[in-house]
């Protein structure tokens, strides 16, 4: 195979060299060719004026088509929610269910979720995967107390949320020693019911990045206080 370098243009003087080419004429036929992919029809080459037109319409539609305009607030969350950062942490039988959205089947990685983190200080959502025993609770509130903020919780299985079948004395929900934002119900819970309360999450953290627990638990910080305290 042999590669020959000629410049664009029809034929040139006999002895072999082509003509140049007027750059404006290589924009007439580039504009051509997008109105003819427009399904338009051009008879001969299109003016000067046209084409300048043609060239003002494309920018138009361009900027229509692949500019967005938004806040840096929104852009914030909307990079928060879909990046989070769960913490390597289980407690029970959900735990399974929680590491089984990594797998192919449910692929948490497709909306940027997949990277567990095994230190809190890395982390930015905690998934309480199982029951939660009174002396479990308050390492489970050290751990949420080690998370930068902003950060979330979410309560999986029946048992962390209303202590389910194991509703004895030993046993204390969630919502009593830390905020929770969202609760997914079942005992187990299957690995698409904890990507749905995921899911959820990020449309709450998109609509209000800070979710407004500490009005909601009257809390100052990460340490807790009575009303009328």
């Known amino acids: 195979m042999e590669v020959k370098r000629e410049r664009l243009g029809g034929a040139g003087d006999g002895d072999g060299s082509a003509a140049p080419v007027d750059p404006r004429t290589l924009r007439v036929r580039d504009a051509n060719a997008r109105q003819l992919l427009r399904g338009g029809e051009i008879e001969g080459l299109t003016p000067a004026i046209e084409l300048e037109r043609n060239d003002d319409f494309d920018l138009e539609r361009h900027v229509q088509e692949r500019v ?23 407690l029970a039988c959900c735990a399974i269910e929680m590491m089984s959205i990594v797998a192919a089947r449910v692929d948490v990685a497709r909306f940027g979720f997949e990277a567990f983190r095994a230190s809190p200080r890395q982390a930015d959502l905690l998934i309480l995967s199982g029951r939660v025993s009174i002396k479990m609770a308050p390492i489970v509130r050290r751990i949420y107390d080690q998370m930068l903020e902003p950060k979330w919780a979410i309560s999986m299985g ?8 194991f509703n004895n004395y030993a046993l204390v929900p969630a919502d009593k020693f830390m905020p929770i934002d969202v609760h997914v119900p079942g005992c187990p819970p299957r690995p698409e019911a904890l990507m749905h309360g995921v899911l959820k999450l990020r449309k709450m953290v998109q609509d209000d990045p800070d979710m407004g627990w500490r009005e909601r638990y009257d809390a100052v910080g990460t340490e807790e206080t009575l009303r009328g305290a």
């Open 68 to 90: 967005l305009t938004t806040t840096l607030d929104k852009a914030v969350a909307w990079a928060r929610s879909n990046s989070f950062f769960p913490a390597t942490f289980g």
């Open 158 to 165: 029946a048992c962390c949320s209303s202590m389910g079948v």
